[in-house]
């Protein structure tokens, strides 16, 4: 028994060429599989058609790393505030700042990783 037949409204009937770069290719490929569309033409299709924009599907190796070091700083701010409370640690503003920095670098990671992918 074969596929039923679509309906001549869900015929792609047109087709549209469009030529790449090698890059692009090799980015629009990344974006494809990121979002989890089987092939670039779908992925290309949801962009185009879209009114919001596409959110990966999948967590990239460098994004599971930003958490990675999101958790860690989670971790070190909860122990500082439990000190504080405790009142055995009252010169924390050097920890303050040091995880404020590490905060500051991750969100300047983030905007340029985000900028180079536009």
Same mark, same amino acid.
């Given at each position: 028994?074969?596929?039923? @037949?679509?309906?001549?409204?869900?015929?792609?009937?047109?087709? /549209?060429?469009?030529?790449?770069?090698?890059?692009?290719?090799?980015?629009?490929?990344?974006? %494809?599989?990121?979002?989890?569309?089987?092939? /670039?033409?779908?992925?290309?299709?949801?962009? %185009?058609?879209? @009114?919001?924009?596409?959110?990966?599907?999948?967590?990239?190796?460098?994004?599971?790393?930003?958490?990675?070091?999101?958790?860690?700083?989670?971790?070190?701010?909860?122990? #500082?505030?439990?000190?504080?409370?405790?009142?055995?640690?009252?010169? #924390?503003?050097?920890?303050?700042?040091?995880?404020?920095?590490?905060?500051?670098?991750?969100?300047?990671?983030? #905007?340029?990783?985000?900028?180079?992918?536009?």
């Amino acid at each position: 028994m074969g596929r039923p @037949k679509k309906s001549f409204d869900e015929l792609r009937i047109y087709q /549209v060429n469009l030529r790449l770069t090698e890059t692009e290719n090799e980015f629009a490929i990344q974006q %494809a599989e990121i979002s989890g569309c089987t092939s /670039v033409a779908n992925w290309l299709r949801k962009s %185009a058609f879209s @009114k919001r924009p596409l959110k990966p599907q999948k967590i990239t190796p460098m994004h599971r790393a930003y958490y990675q070091q999101l958790v860690g700083l989670s971790s070190n701010v909860n122990q #500082i505030a439990r000190k504080i409370n405790s009142g055995e640690y009252t010169k #924390i503003f050097y920890e303050i700042q040091e995880v404020r920095k590490l905060l500051v670098d991750i969100n300047n990671l983030f #905007i340029s990783n985000d900028s180079q992918t536009d």
